[in-house]
């Protein structure tokens, strides 16, 4: 079946523009997790969804960025008056339940870059 | 707050050899550790997972340990080959329910 897929794969836009990035879980799965992924670094917990609200989003740096996963299935993430510093990969995870312990599958990540 | 570090940061190695990955952790309060590989342009895949009270867990040629209390954790890879070649990440996972990832050790096994 198919995995966890991220749309775009590569998203370059200037400071200040606002970008959206789109997850597409596993069918089925109820959690859905954000993380961000700057270079030479581990990935940054962002935001965890369990169903339609955001379980946990103690990640999410500042008021700026934004997820939303409305009926329960994608997720988008919203990055509003870009900065520089915002430029990593984008990463997004899910998981059958979301207990503990569940094994998160990991889709391929959006580069984004803000020049 | 959990900090996570892993050492060497890179390691190359002939093919055929053993080798050890290192993972620390400044609380020792996890639920889990997991090992994830991470090949370039592509998102992570579990290897292993460790939960708090197990002490190895072994999958193939890969071997982990876990040593809470000084808050260590190894990944032994027997008989490397260049398909290993990638970036290992060691992440904890709090009560919280969120991971906490390491940086990553960038092995490059050679043919």
């Known amino acids: 079946g198919a995995g966890v897929s991220q749309t775009p794969s590569n998203k370059v836009t200037e400071k200040g523009k606002y970008v959206e990035l789109r997850c597409d879980p596993i069918?089925?799965?109820?959690?859905l997790y954000w993380y961000r992924q700057s270079l030479g670094q581990g990935p940054e917990f962002l935001i965890y969804?369990?169903?339609?609200?955001?379980?946990?989003d103690s990640g999410l740096p500042n008021d700026r960025f934004f997820a939303v996963r409305p009926e329960g299935s994608v997720s988008t993430l919203k990055i509003q008056r870009t900065e520089r510093g915002d430029s990593a990969v984008y990463l997004c995870?899910?998981?059958?339940?979301?207990?503990?312990?569940?094994?998160?599958?990991f889709g391929p990540g959006t580069r984004l870059t803000v020049l | 707050k959990q900090e996570v570090t892993q050492i060497p940061a890179a390691l190359s190695v002939p093919e055929g050899e053993n080798l050890v990955l290192n993972c620390s952790f400044t609380?020792?309060?996890?639920?889990?550790l997991q090992w994830f590989r991470q090949d370039p342009g592509k998102g992570l895949t579990s290897l292993l997972l460790?939960?708090?009270?197990?002490r190895e867990q072994t999958s193939g040629r890969l071997n982990a340990s876990l040593d809470k209390s000084s808050g260590r954790s190894t990944l032994y890879i027997a008989a490397s080959q260049p398909g290993d070649s990638a970036t290992y990440l060691c992440?904890?996972?709090?009560?919280?329910?969120?991971?906490?990832f390491g940086p990553g050790t960038r092995l490059s096994v050679l043919p």
């Open positions: 992440a904890v996972e709090n009560y919280g329910q969120n991971f906490v």
């Open positions: 995870a899910s998981s059958l339940a979301g207990g503990r312990g569940d094994t998160q599958y």
């Open positions: 609380d020792s309060a996890i639920y889990n």
């Open positions: 069918s089925g799965h109820t959690a």
């Open positions: 460790i939960q708090s009270s197990q």
């Open positions: 969804f369990q169903g339609t609200g955001a379980a946990d």
